[in-house]
């Protein structure tokens, strides 16, 4: 899509209470619902706003039809990798069909996460579950993107020194938490752990010195 | 008989990490969908804005899945926050 196709498509999707949202939202109800009744999961829901779905479109050069997460539910718990794999297995088959993006094998720049894209009436609806842990690393990731910049959620640059440093440190922590959520119960002892995180533990320290002096952009 | 799914719209600004509103609209999808499609319009011009409708069995949900909108800690200070609970998940 162009930009102006894209402004065009925003003016539209404001003017008309955005009917591509509202059509989203019953099947995203409907599949809340469903995990709440079936499986007894609690989620939250909420539905892209209008200016995250044209930020994406122009990120991605995508096409809002093929957009899968103007609908999403979000699952967190505290579990290790195998019963996040053992919940998403129950997710999936409430809803044949289903597509799963496992971020934790393939993380998208740190972020991990397990996305299944459930088809509820013909509707896309995203599914996130997440552990306790990556979805704190998450919520972090969210912040300091509002106090620095979106884009850096996508590997952009960020403008100051304070806060390369501080990105720096999200990547070592994702991969601190990746090799502990590998390793539940067994902490530092896990040789992997051992082998790797004391390593990354030293670097963390490294750059967590200055952080104190100035941690804004 | 589970308890009803309110909906929650959140007003928040970016840049301050300030959570400018946080209202129950009640158990409606439609109804909340239209006070959040009116608030957006409002804040249309503002990108730094983010007007958001949250579905959640209570306020107390929502702070643990969108704790973001809720805590207001300098970047720094929340990476240190989650160096410190991740190392200690690791003992």
């Known amino acids: ?217 | 008989m589970t308890q009803p799914l309110s909906q929650f719209l959140i007003v928040y600004r970016r840049s301050t990490r300030d959570l400018i509103e946080c209202r129950d609209l009640g158990t409606d999808p439609p109804s909340a969908l239209k006070t959040r499609f009116e608030r957006e319009k409002k804040e249309k011009d503002d990108p730094d804005i983010e007007v958001v409708l949250l579905g959640a069995p209570s306020i107390e949900a929502l702070r643990q899945t969108h704790s973001r909108y809720f805590e207001k800690e300098s970047t720094g200070q929340s990476v240190q926050n989650l160096v410190a609970s991740t190392t200690a998940s690791s003992r």
């Open chain 1, 1 to 217: 899509m162009t930009k102006s196709q894209i402004n065009r498509l925003g003016d539209r999707l404001r003017l008309s209470e955005s009917p591509d949202e509202a059509a989203h939202s019953e099947p995203m109800a409907k599949a809340q619902a469903l995990l709440r009744e079936v499986l007894g999961i609690e989620a939250t829901s909420r539905l892209k706003t209008i200016n995250t779905i044209i930020e994406k479109l122009r990120r991605e050069r995508t096409r809002l039809a093929t957009m899968q997460d103007i609908a999403g539910l979000r699952v967190v718990s505290k579990m290790g990798l195998a019963e996040q794999d053992e919940l998403v297995g129950k997710i999936t088959s409430l809803f044949p069909g289903s597509k799963v993006d496992d971020r934790r094998e393939r993380p998208s720049y740190g972020y991990r996460a397990v996305h299944i894209i459930a088809l509820v009436d013909e509707r896309p609806v995203e599914i996130q579950v997440r552990t306790e842990l990556q979805d704190r690393w998450a919520q972090v990731m969210e912040g300091m993107a509002d106090e620095l910049g979106r884009g850096i959620r996508y590997g952009e640059e960020p403008k100051s020194k304070a806060a390369a440093k501080n990105l720096a440190v999200m990547k070592i922590l994702s991969e601190l938490i990746t090799s502990m959520e590998r390793h539940p119960g067994e902490g530092v002892k896990a040789p992997e752990v051992v082998a790797g995180v004391e390593q990354l533990l030293k670097g963390l320290e490294a750059i967590l010195g200055p952080l104190e002096e100035g941690d804004g952009p």
